[in-house]
């Protein structure tokens, strides 16, 4: 009995000390306790004070400085919360972070309607806002944002993936963000669809505000075209105090205004203080199209432009020139990168022929930039082993490297890189090079399999090894028999056959990136030699091809997802088949439509028991414009009972979202139409209304979550 007591007494004292010590948090005065809560960064820790108590929600919203803003203004969350009750999630649409929310990125016909009413509501909510990310389809969203976030806003993100209004004059969309905002420096466009037109015309136009911008990402959403040599520079002479530019170029030689040496060293003299600079040029091809296939022409850039360029840059960090044509003989020019710009760190070059010869013992070309950390080398037809060993005695420093579209590169000369690099190398990219396969470069890889962190590769199997997997059974399955331990051997069993067993295990990887051409399989990939990762918590998958063309599966034969249930940890998990092109409707006699490709690349995820979060891009059918979940996709996710964020890139119907009500601890559902360009919401289009997933929000914010 007494030690009962002294127990209860200790309980009683230890509540004491809590009540008393969460008494003196909200015992100090409002403008301390705003001041602390500024301090505050991390999204999860804001949240987590925001739903102490009321007090402490008011303090979070009155010093929230960033903000996205997301769903539908007509949601319960929005219209009936008042502001210092509003939910902390993480922007719009007014689910709370405790309950499930249907989030899409624009709902322009009720912004438009009810601007007054919004604008009031989010400066009630959020008055101190210094960054904004905002889907804007017209220019009446920013004209109508809160007066008091004229002075305050710094940064802001346009999002649009619909067509550009047709009938706007050019510049209008930036207009009204330009003429009011003085306090603006940060401008992102990456995810904003206009004409290059509009950009010049709207910088151009504002002389006092550009000539403040620091930073200024021009990427463009679905960007055919990129800038002309004269309007980069009319935006670079209106931006002289960039820090920050990323621009799609013309580079083009066949074009009389594409971007050559002038227009580079007319760059760098107008913004001399650029640290990050990355310039790309749109790629014209079919995305599933191997880069190294194309034909190439000579850029109208030379090597003594570049080395001037290069000179009016001292401050340069990070330089990024991605282009669709050769510069050649570009050694003397990452010399001089590297004497002229001491500072560079992050380079990634497409397109650069002779970057490093390794003709001799001394190191030359991009071998000599010995401080660099992160270096990615896209399409470069000589480069060789001996250049990846140069680079790997010269560049001592680094930590990520990448090699696209290399055909001379063999495994020999990744292992001569890895063991040069074993102290510093933890991210690794590997991707179209034609005499890598999967397994030769995993096991090239193991001077640093111990060490890892990060490693994309595109997986290209010998037909051994995918009829091997075959003939054995690891992607075939029983779509009528739901024992998973009938259906699916798991990795854990594999690996005691496995080639590779002596290599050791993946100890460091945490993150997975796999390419894969359209109707390649999945299974092969365990006995190639990734068997053991412990930690590996998010994997990547990338499908490109056209699966019109490929031929049908086998009976009973699946992509293989299955396989990576011997993974322990596996938490979250991308799969992105945008890109695979297949038959929307009725398919040809002896072919399949998107449904069954689908099912064949589903099957088998419910067997990922620790799955948390899913991103999922459907198929598509690019002569319908149709990207949207069928119903073999919507039966198979919904098996998913772990799922606690499912984010959906693409369409779907009502009818179709009501199987995720039983996912048990689903929290998160959005549903984005970030691609262009998006489907309109007539009435004709029966898949995208926006009451439809109002009614969608309201049950699944009405369930009960265990936790």
């Known amino acids: 009995m007494a030690e009962e007591e002294a127990v209860e007494g200790g309980e009683e004292e230890e509540e004491e000390v809590v009540g008393g010590s969460a008494a003196m948090i909200l015992d100090l005065p409002e403008p301390l306790l705003l001041h602390i809560m500024s301090f505050v960064t991390d999204v999860r820790s804001r949240h987590r004070a925001a739903m102490a108590c009321g007090r402490m929600r008011a303090a979070e919203r009155a010093t929230r400085g960033e903000l996205a803003l997301r769903g539908d203004p007509r949601s319960p969350g929005f219209l009936f919360l008042g502001p210092g009750l509003w939910g902390p999630a993480g922007g719009g649409g007014g689910a709370s972070s405790s309950s499930a929310a249907v989030q899409q990125f624009h709902h322009t016909e009720v912004i438009s309607e009810q601007n007054a009413f919004i604008a009031a509501r989010l400066e009630g909510c959020f008055p101190a806002v210094s960054s904004l990310a905002i889907y804007c389809r017209d220019p009446t969203t920013l004209a109508n944002l809160p007066p008091r976030w004229q002075g305050s806003l710094r940064g802001v993100k346009l999002v649009r993936w619909h067509q550009r209004p047709p009938s706007l004059p050019h510049g209008a969309d930036l207009e009204p963000l330009l003429r009011t905002y003085a306090a603006l420096r940060e401008l992102d466009l990456s995810e904003f669809y206009c004409w290059t037109e509009d950009i010049e015309v709207a910088l151009t136009t504002h002389p006092t505000a550009t000539a403040a911008l620091t930073h200024l990402d021009l990427g463009l959403a679905a960007a055919t075209d990129g800038f002309k040599s004269s309007q980069l520079g009319a935006i670079a002479a209106s931006c002289p105090n960039l820090r920050k530019l990323v621009a799609p170029c013309l580079f083009n030689p066949r074009f009389s205004d594409c971007v050559g040496d002038d227009a580079l060293l007319s760059l760098a003299t107008s913004c001399p203080r650029l640290t990050v600079l990355r310039l790309n040029e749109p790629f014209e091809a079919e995305p599933f199209e191997a880069a190294a296939s194309v034909e190439r022409e000579e850029a109208a850039i030379t090597v003594a432009g570049l080395v001037a360029f290069f000179a009016a840059l001292p401050a340069l960090e990070d330089f990024t020139m991605d282009l669709q044509h050769n510069v050649l003989e570009a050694a003397p020019a990452m010399e001089a990168l590297a004497r002229r710009c001491p500072k560079i760190k992050f380079l990634t070059l497409g397109s650069f022929q002779g970057l490093c010869k390794a003709s001799w013992l001394h190191l030359d070309g991009v071998a000599v930039c010995g401080g660099l950390e992160s270096l990615c080398v896209k399409n470069c037809q000589d480069l060789t082993d001996a250049s990846l060993a140069a ?33 510093s190398l933890k991210e690794v990219s590997v991707l179209h090079c034609r005499l890598l396969h999967t397994a030769e470069c995993l096991a090239a890889l193991s001077p640093i399999r111990d060490r890892i962190e990060s490693l994309e590769i595109n997986c290209v199997w010998n037909p051994a090894e995918q009829s091997c997997n075959v003939a054995n059974g690891t992607t075939e399955c029983d779509p009528e028999d739901d024992e998973l331990g009938e259906v699916y051997e798991s990795a854990s069993k594999k690996c005691r056959y496995m080639e590779f067993d002596d290599l050791g295990s993946w100890e460091m990887l945490r993150s997975l990136s796999l390419w894969f051409s359209a109707g390649q399989l999945l299974s092969p990939l365990i006995s190639a030699g990734l ?22 599966p086998a009976p009973r034969t699946i992509f293989g997802l299955s396989d990576l249930a011997g993974f322990p940890v596996l938490a979250k998990m991308k799969l992105d088949l945008s890109e695979a092109v297949g038959y929307a409707l009725t398919a040809p006699t002896g072919q399949m439509d998107l449904s069954l490709w689908e099912r064949f690349y589903l099957h088998g995820i419910e067997s990922l028991q620790t799955l948390y979060e899913l991103d999922y891009w459907p198929p598509q059918d690019k002569d319908v414009h149709h990207r949207s979940l069928t119903l073999p996709a919507v039966g198979l996710i919904q098996r998913c009972t772990g799922l606690r964020k499912l984010f959906i890139h693409g369409t779907t119907h009502e009818h179709f979202m009501t199987f995720f009500l039983s996912i048990p601890n689903l929290r998160d559902m959005q549903l984005r139409e970030d691609y262009y360009p998006a489907p309109e919401n007539d009435l004709m289009f029966t898949e995208m209304r926006a009451e439809s997933w109002l009614r969608f929000e309201v049950q699944l914010n009405s369930r009960q979550i265990a936790d």
């Open 391 to 423: 680079i790997g005695r010269g560049c001592g420093r680094l930590s990520m490297f990448g090699i696209h579209g290399c055909d001379l590169v063999t495994s020999a000369g990744i292992r001569r890189l890895a063991a040069a690099l074993r102290s």
């Open 531 to 552: 068997d053991s990762c412990p930690v590996l918590e998010e994997i990547s998958i990338k499908v490109e091809g056209d699966c019109r063309t490929c031929p049908r």
